[in-house]
């Protein structure tokens, strides 16, 4: 038999019955479009999550106070709770580790903000000018907090794009307007480009204003809440870290390091932290939708089985005009294997409509990648092969005289 | 050309054995038309399972063509039958939704056969066993049991074998398709010299046959030539 004629025999048994092929089709086809969706919803977090993580800035360590408490979670861990960081830290880290090509110390609280009878509550985050380079801030509009301006402590702010919006409209003109926060009247100097973030808070609903302004008019202390440090390269990073936390050991008094009143947190631990989370998230979900999957394939083994007995007769036929047990297993194993790849190719289809309905009704970023296509394929064809081995040996093996006499 | 030399079937169910062919030695030569005739349960089936490669007996030998077909593996016997031997049975066995054309060009599909020549060699065994022109695209359970018949009999035609087997082949047939039948295997074993095996139970069907093997209880009661053969005159299926 030609690859062809198995081709034209298998489209030829299908189709006979094509309710009971479709049928039996949905299956495979609910199991691989489910599996798709789920892995498109994990892997699209994954990378929104990742990409959240990327914009705050490259070869990024954040000073925290408070001590770390595991992976992951201490990304927030006494924030605000403990005060633990200085100005003079930040500065010290500036003169004394040269691997550090900028440092920008900070202080981040929440306040409610007004300007012309608008209001709203919002991070305020009072920083030096070397904050956008660390922390990867564009300026969409005038300038950003100046040296002079932390000198002389003014009171500029720069907003960002969603926090303009809603104080001022829709890309009004915010510039040269005061805005009131905390009873202290700011001046608008500039306006943050978007940064279209999603996932850990928006990074665009922010006020920025100059680090001594901040501590003196709204914090009234001169504690950091996080100092940003940007290692000079990606392989720095390591090096960085350790003379930080040796460099702030020694400031404060503390030698031993599970002790340390602070924590150093590395961009790339955070992202490989995220990362595991969301891919756990991922194997779970196609976890799940894999069962469909498998009962899927149990649809197909028992259509199988009733084919192979309703044709009895026919596998009698063939025998008798000389097929061998290899032209019938064949026959039969590639009718599944049909069945289960027509089912994932519309699965896929399925599946990534599903993705697309996901992002643009429910808003969740979906991902479908080529290697989950690619991987739903395999697994379809495999299913086919395993839940049509049995059935296909169980036609081969007939004996053609009792097959043909079969009722 | 069948040689047979003393072809034993035993079968074994449980502790039971039951002996269906005793010893049945004969020879038939290419271009006969045989009937072997024998009630039910005679064995006539067994032997005919076995003449058509579709069986191994338990003790003779079977010789076809010169080949000895007795200890063949099933893959074997696949490629005798698929080369040497057509089949014809009592309930047709077409494939149902499947069209006259496609029925009969399904044995040439297991030959490695060009799609082309497919087609001419089906058409060619259509024609042969006399199913009208205008039928050969319908599908086969649109047809009459007459020509689904001949349908059948095309099909064991198309691998141009040493010998055709017709099981009880107008046993799902009232007596004039029967008839037109029987005659059709006449015409067949006349005109283009092929080698008939009728293998049935009614003295009548038998008689269409030149020469008539009497089998019963296992064993051959008689071999003769057939000497009142009924001569059907076939006026092709309309």
Redesign the interface.
């Known amino acids: 038999?030609?690859i062809?004629?198995i081709f034209e025999?298998t489209y030829?048994s299908l189709t006979?019955n094509k309710v009971r092929s479709g049928l039996t089709m949905l299956g495979i086809v609910i199991g691989i479009g489910s599996v798709i969706a789920m892995i498109s919803i994990g892997q699209g977090a994954q990378a929104s999550i990742q990409s959240s993580i990327q914009s705050i800035g490259s070869n990024l360590l954040l000073v925290m106070p408070g001590a770390q408490r595991g992976p992951g979670v201490a990304v927030s861990a006494g924030r605000g709770s403990a005060q633990t960081l200085t100005q003079e830290d930040a500065d010290a880290i500036q003169t004394e580790v040269m691997l550090a090509k900028a440092v920008a110390p900070e202080i981040s609280r929440r306040y409610q903000v007004t300007a012309r009878g608008t209001n709203t509550n919002t991070q305020i985050t009072g920083t030096v000018p070397s904050y956008p380079d660390v922390r990867n801030i564009q300026i969409d509009e005038g300038a950003f907090i100046s040296d002079s301006d932390v000198r002389s402590l003014s009171k500029v702010a720069v907003l960002g794009p969603a926090t303009r919006d809603d104080l001022f409209g829709e890309s009004a003109e915010a510039i040269g307007q005061t805005v009131r926060i905390n009873k202290v009247d700011f001046r608008v100097i500039g306006i943050t480009k978007s940064k279209g973030g999603t996932g850990f808070g928006n990074q665009d609903d922010v006020i920025f204003v100059p680090l001594s302004t901040a501590q003196r008019f709204l914090a009234g202390d001169t504690y950091v809440t996080t100092i940003s440090i940007q290692a000079a390269d990606e392989s720095s990073m390591t090096d960085v870290q350790n003379q930080v936390t040796a460099l702030l050991m020694d400031r404060h008094h503390i030698s031993d390091p599970t002790l340390a009143d602070f924590s150093v947190l590395n961009q790339a631990d955070i992202v490989a932290t995220a990362s595991s989370i969301t891919g756990t998230f991922t194997i779970l979900l196609g976890a799940i939708a894999g069962i469909s999957l498998v009962v899927g394939g149990i649809g197909i083994m028992n259509m199988m089985l009733t084919t192979v007995t309703e044709r009895t007769?026919?596998i009698?036929?063939?025998?008798?005009?000389?097929?061998?047990?290899?032209?019938i297993n064949t026959q039969f194993l590639s009718e599944s294997v049909m069945l289960t790849f027509l089912g994932g190719f519309f699965g896929v289809v399925l599946g990534w409509l599903i993705a697309l309905v996901i992002t643009n009704f429910a808003g969740i970023a979906t991902s479908v990648s080529l290697t989950s296509v690619a991987l739903a394929f395999g697994v379809s064809a495999g299913i086919g092969i395993v839940f049509g081995y049995y059935p296909a040996r169980r036609a081969a093996g007939l004996n053609?005289?009792e097959a043909?006499r079969y009722e | 050309m069948i040689e047979c030399q003393d072809i034993t079937k035993t079968y074994h169910t449980g502790n039971v054995e039951t002996h269906v062919l005793k010893g049945v030695s004969f020879t038939i030569k290419s271009g006969e038309f045989v009937a072997i005739m024998g009630p039910s349960g005679s064995g006539k089936s067994t032997l005919m399972?076995i003449l058509?490669a579709?069986?191994t007996p338990t003790s003779g030998t079977y010789v076809l063509d010169g080949q000895d077909v007795s200890k063949l593996t099933?893959?074997e016997l696949?490629?005798i039958?698929?080369?040497k031997i057509?089949?014809v049975?009592q309930s047709f066995?077409l494939?149902s939704?499947?069209s006259v054309l496609?029925n009969v060009m399904?044995?040439l599909?297991?030959?490695?056969i060009p799609?082309a020549q497919r087609q001419s060699d089906a058409e060619h065994a259509l024609r042969a066993a006399g199913l009208a022109e205008d039928r050969w695209q319908h599908l086969s359970n649109q047809l009459s049991g007459g020509q689904m018949q001949r349908v059948a009999i095309a099909?064991a035609l198309v691998?141009n074998p040493s010998i055709i087997f017709a099981d009880e082949p107008t046993g799902n047939l009232d007596s004039r398709t029967g008839e037109i039948v029987l005659g059709t295997f006449q015409d067949l074993n006349r005109q283009e010299k092929h080698t008939i095996i009728l293998i049935t139970h009614e003295p009548y069907v038998a008689e269409h046959a030149d020469r008539i093997i009497y089998i019963q209880d296992g064993l051959i009661t008689r071999d003769e030539k057939n000497i009142q053969k009924r001569l059907v005159e076939n006026h092709h299926d309309h």
């Not at chain 1, 009698?316 to 032209?327: E, Q, T, V």
């Open positions: 038999m030609t062809n004629d025999e030829a006979v007769r026919e009698g036929l063939r025998k008798a005009i000389g097929a061998k047990k290899k032209d053609p005289i043909l | 399972h058509g579709l069986d099933d893959d696949a490629d039958r698929k080369n057509g089949f049975f066995n494939l939704r499947a496609r399904l044995p599909v297991y030959t490695g799609k099909r691998n």
